[in-house]
């Protein structure tokens, strides 16, 4: 058995060693995206683009050199990275948003306000009448058809 002292640990040896460790990006472990943000790369890809290169050719350059990439990612990134250089709120999402809510009718026409089918607490003018003839086109009716 060994009675040597274990050394205690040097914490900001450890700490200072770590930061230094964080300068410099791992290049291995970047993302696709991440690798395609890369600025100069970024820059290239751009410069291409004005010469009007499409993003398949760009796409088979970037392919040869090693990374792997479909001309839709590629166009998809692009876009996303663009997006978060301007500053979008909604950078990562690369799908519109449609405000789906119905909007609300004037009620001085006889039609009720608020969502299709929900009820607000006013009752429609034409609550518990029977419909009389067939719907006209589109399947729309009104209170005349009751």
């Given at each position: 058995?060994?009675?040597?002292?274990?050394?205690?640990?040097?914490?900001?040896?450890?700490?200072?060693?770590?930061?230094?460790?964080?300068?410099?990006?791992?290049?291995?472990?970047?993302?696709?995206?991440?690798?395609?943000?890369?600025?100069?790369?970024?820059?290239a890809i751009k410069r291409?683009?004005?010469?009007?290169?499409?993003?398949?050719?760009?796409?088979?350059?970037?392919?040869?050199?090693?990374?792997?990439?479909?001309?839709?990612?590629?166009?998809?990134?692009?876009?996303?990275?663009?997006?978060?250089?301007?500053?979008?709120?909604?950078?990562?999402?690369?799908?519109?948003?449609?405000?789906?809510?119905?909007?609300?009718?004037?009620?001085?026409?006889?039609?009720?306000?608020?969502?299709?089918?929900?009820?607000n607490g006013a009752k429609?003018?034409?609550?518990?009448?029977?419909?009389?003839r067939k719907p006209g086109?589109?399947?729309?009716?009104?209170?005349?058809?009751?």
């Amino acid at each position: 058995m060994s009675n040597e002292m274990q050394k205690e640990p040097d914490t900001e040896a450890a700490i200072a060693a770590l930061e230094k460790l964080a300068e410099t990006p791992n290049e291995k472990r970047l993302t696709l995206k991440e690798r395609i943000a890369e600025p100069r790369m970024y820059d290239a890809i751009k410069r291409a683009q004005r010469a009007r290169h499409s993003p398949a050719d760009i796409a088979r350059i970037l392919s040869g050199e090693g990374i792997e990439i479909s001309p839709a990612t590629l166009g998809v990134y692009l876009r996303e990275i663009e997006r978060e250089q301007r500053g979008d709120n909604n950078a990562k999402s690369s799908k519109k948003r449609t405000d789906t809510k119905p909007k609300e009718t004037d009620n001085s026409a006889g039609t009720a306000k608020g969502t299709a089918g929900g009820d607000n607490g006013a009752k429609p003018e034409t609550a518990g009448k029977t419909l009389t003839r067939k719907p006209g086109m589109g399947g729309g009716f009104s209170p005349e058809n009751l």
